[in-house]
């Protein structure tokens, strides 16, 4: 096994300087290489390539993870590369086995990420040869550990109570901190929500351990047992892979559409654990007093099939509305931006895509005069097909994009817009209008 080189790569070297191994080398190309025979898969390379251009073999694919029928085999087999570096754990570490992942719920509805973080989690529980859990917390809840399982879930942790029929960081981490305490996991996922997020703070400061938020890529490190978990940093400079090598549980949240949903198995079993709840509602420091729902633009960019995205590119606003939201309504998608575009006052930052944007996992997505900075990838690589109008041959986008045209795309968009409605009748999600100053697109 070695480490691959994508299509992403653009020469800069950073990785030569850092591999320990004098592994990779520039091409005549001028793009990096790997020499097989010396590269051991440390990893260093994959952290410090700015434009994340190199995979390990073993990284997880999230893409063709199917939810396996049966039960993982009993872990401890003597033998297991995991059971000896488990061993070397010290002390208490060792104790903690399992994968878990927080399942989001509202009114008993379950937040699509929680089943995306179950196919994530269901393929670092194979590799470490554990069970793989769900943990539901919530009121009237019983009956959705039914869909726990046909994600993926072996066992699912259930604690139904008037008391969390809300969200309150006070109670879900009282009660997510007992079950972590009694039941000891090794590793916890959460969804990078609202919710998820706070949850995720307050849990990890409780039992003080270490947390790595909206992480991008989730593997293990067989030899240590260890989460090895990816996000980018310095501004999305580098892509960080942290660990946490002292303290347990290893603790990470994820984005929605990060992850790729595992398909169902309909009838898949598992194991239902139901747990009281110990807590007072007059003990609480906060109520609930009632939910005002939001009436606002219902937009979702995230599970939208088709977006059109501008950039600075596209030079003003008048020319974004014409081309993206044209564009959009004549193939039944929905408009979003690059952060420039955003700051133009294009759109509002609710449509902004990318690292302090949304991330989004269309069929298609066009990026119309968007350079292809990291910050903007990071939150497209989720993407099926990504088709680019660049005017700048060199433009980074055209290292990621699945179909490039080089041009203006002021130009070439609108002439493309009524064959393409054509071609299109009947697909897509037509629910995009002109946009009011660029900021509404239903
Ligand atoms: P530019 O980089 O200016 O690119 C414009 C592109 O349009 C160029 O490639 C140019 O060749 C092309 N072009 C020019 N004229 C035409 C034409 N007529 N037709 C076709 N193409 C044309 N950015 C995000 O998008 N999302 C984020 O979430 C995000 N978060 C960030 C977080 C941090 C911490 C930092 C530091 C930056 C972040 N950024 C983010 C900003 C990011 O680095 C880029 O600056 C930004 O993505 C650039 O937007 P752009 O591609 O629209 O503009």
Redesign the pocket.
């Known amino acids: 096994m070695a480490v691959k080189v994508t299509p992403a790569c653009m020469g800069c070297q950073a990785c030569i300087t850092a591999c320990p191994h004098e592994a990779l080398f520039i091409n005549e190309d001028g793009l990096c290489q790997v020499i097989e025979d010396k590269c051991i898969e440390c990893s260093e390379c994959v952290g410090v390539c700015p434009v994340t251009a190199l995979e390990l073999a073993k990284q997880l694919d999230t893409t063709e993870y199917v939810a396996s029928q049966k039960l993982p085999e009993k872990q401890e087999s003597e033998t297991t590369p995991t059971t000896e570096a488990a061993a070397q754990l010290s002390g208490d570490l060792g104790k903690y086995k399992g994968v878990w992942v927080f399942i989001e719920q509202r009114e008993g509805e379950i937040a699509p990420v929680s089943l995306e973080l179950l196919g994530a989690g269901r393929q670092l529980a194979d590799k470490l040869g554990v069970e793989l859990a769900g943990v539901i917390l919530g009121y009237q809840i019983c009956g959705s550990e039914t869909k726990l399982y046909e994600y993926g879930a072996d066992k699912v942790y259930l604690v139904d109570d008037p008391i969390l029929r809300y969200y309150r960081a006070e109670t879900y981490m009282q009660v997510f901190v007992k079950l972590v305490q009694q039941y000891l996991p090794e590793i916890i996922l959460m969804g990078a929500t609202t919710t998820g997020r706070d949850l995720a703070g307050a849990v990890a400061t409780e039992l003080e351990t270490g947390l790595t938020a909206d992480c991008t890529v989730l593997d293990i490190d067989l030899q240590q047992r260890l989460l090895l978990a990816t996000r980018p940093a310095f ?2 400079n580098i892509m960080a892979t942290i660990i946490s090598k002292n303290h347990r549980p290893q603790m990470s949240t994820v984005r929605p559409k990060v992850m790729k949903m595992a398909k169902p198995v309909p009838g898949r079993q598992g194991i239902l654990i139901k747990s009281e709840v110990d807590l007072n509602e007059a003990d609480m420091l906060t109520q609930v007093l009632r939910i005002v729902q939001d009436q606002g633009d219902k937009i979702n960019l995230q599970d939208a099939e088709i977006i059109v995205a501008g ?5 003003d606003k008048e020319n974004f509305q014409k081309t993206c939201y044209g564009l959009a309504e004549a193939i039944g998608g929905k408009v979003g ?5 955003v700051e133009a006052g294009w759109l509002d930052h609710k449509y ?6 949304i991330t989004v996992a269309p069929k298609i997505y066009f990026a ?9 990838l990071v ?1 497209i690589r989720g993407s099926d097909v990504i088709i680019a ?4 041959p060199e ?1 980074l ?1 055209f290292k990621e994009c699945t179909y490039g045209i080089v ?4 130009k070439i968009v609108p002439s493309l817009i009524e064959p393409l409605r054509e071609l299109f009748k009947g697909k897509g999600s037509r629910d995009t209008a002109k946009g009011e100053g660029g900021t509404r697109c239903a």
């Not at 119309?368 to 903007?376: C, D, F, M, P, R």
């Not at 109008?389 to 700048?392: A, E, K, P, R």
């Open positions: 501004g999305g950039g600075r590119g596209l030079g931006g690059s952060r420039a575009a902004q895509i990318g690292q302090t944007g119309l005069g968007i350079s292809g900075a990291i910050q903007h939150g109008v660049n005017s700048d433009a986008i041009g203006d795309a002021t």
